[in-house]
């Protein structure tokens, strides 16, 4: 369910002091909290709840935790470890008086960022419209914008033998099928047993194994391209279409 907005009461406690009385309000995360605008984050993350069960924890809270998280370059147990004893964390977070403990789980950081998907480039333009209208952005700095990738994760896999050698396989067989081209023997399921046990000796350093997995790959490879050579002998189109894969 979606979590109750969040309201500050601006009462007195009789036996605690409230935050706005014992920090400086002029510090940079106060400034902070009263520029970001947290109603129209709430609105838009509204969606991502249904309408019954449990209401979800105030999204003044996690967003607030979140922000500090990459403020600072702390953890998920950084930033909550430091909530406890921050007093500011604490106010940039909606809390009103300060809290001994932490009023939440660790783990709903992950759960909130699973839940928020693609929202959270919500806290990249809310940290751009607070950067233009505190001047510390321009708008001419936005003409251009560089993108550094470098340590973004990437789907790129390492082209060892075995790998190299069993994509041939699946290439080779594929484009056979498409041109009509029947073959003796695909080795599918061989090769593909092959290079997972090539790749699991490698890690365990049993070269001597790894090897051997590598020759039944090329004998295997090689069986198949003498399998297509023989298949269109003759046959200047086909050879043509095979001639740069089999080269």
């Known amino acids: 369910m979606r979590p109750k907005k969040h309201k500050t009461t601006g009462s007195s406690d009789l036996f605690r002091a409230r935050l706005d ?15 970001v605008d947290w109603d129209w984050i709430d609105g838009e993350i509204a969606p991502l709840y249904s309408e019954n069960g449990r209401p979800g924890i105030e999204t ?3 967003i607030g935790l979140l922000l500090l998280k990459h403020i600072y370059g702390l953890s998920d147990e950084g930033v909550c470890e430091r909530w406890v ?3 500011y964390f604490q106010f940039f977070t909606g809390e009103e008086f300060f809290q001994h403990t932490f009023t939440h789980e660790r783990s709903d950081l992950s ?22 209208e505190a001047g510390a952005l321009r708008s001419q700095d936005l003409k251009r914008v560089t993108v550094d990738t470098t340590v973004q994760p990437k789907a790129i896999s390492f082209p060892t033998d075995a790998k190299l050698l069993h994509a041939a396989i699946r290439g080779l067989n594929r484009l056979a099928r498409q041109h009509g081209v029947r073959l003796r023997q695909s080795y599918a399921c061989v090769a ?3 290079a997972m046990m090539a790749g699991r000796y490698a890690h365990a350093k ?3 194994r790894h090897q ?23 046959q200047p189109a086909q050879e043509e279409t095979f001639a740069l894969p089999l080269g």
Not at 22 to 35: D, F, R, T, Y
Not at 116 to 132: I, M, P, Q, T
Not at 217 to 227: C, E, K, N, T
């Open 60 to 62: 003044r809270f996690m």
């Open 206 to 208: 049993q070269f001597g």
């Open 111 to 132: 759960h909130w960022r699973k839940r928020l998907g693609d929202k959270l480039e919500l806290l990249l333009a809310e940290s751009l419209r607070v950067a233009h």
């Open 192 to 194: 593909k047993a092959a």
């Open 85 to 87: 004893h921050d007093p």
């Open 21 to 35: 009385q014992i920090i400086n309000m002029k510090h940079e995360l106060v400034l902070l909290a009263g520029k």
């Open 212 to 234: 051997r997995q590598l020759r039944i790959l090329r004998s295997r490879l090689g069986r198949i391209v003498r399998d297509i050579r023989r298949k269109i002998e003759g």
